[in-house]
């Protein structure tokens, strides 16, 4: 097989830290783009909301 092949399939410290890095930033970037949006914080308070009353906190 290929060395990219290899890389894919093969589970290793080089594979992990790559996907580890992807999901980082694709984290970061929905986190960039909820923060620039205006919504954001409304969205956020009504799912912590809807969480707490499910458990039945708030």
Do not use: Q, Y
């Not at 890389?7 to 923060?35: C, M, Q, S, Y």
């Amino acid at each position: 097989m290929s060395k990219a092949i290899d890389f894919l399939v093969k589970p290793g410290p080089a594979r992990t830290a790559v996907f580890f890095v992807i999901g980082l930033v694709v984290f970061e970037a929905f986190l960039i783009v909820g923060l620039v949006t205006e919504h954001f914080w409304e969205t956020l308070s009504n799912g912590a909301m809807i969480c707490l009353s499910c458990i039945g906190v708030g």
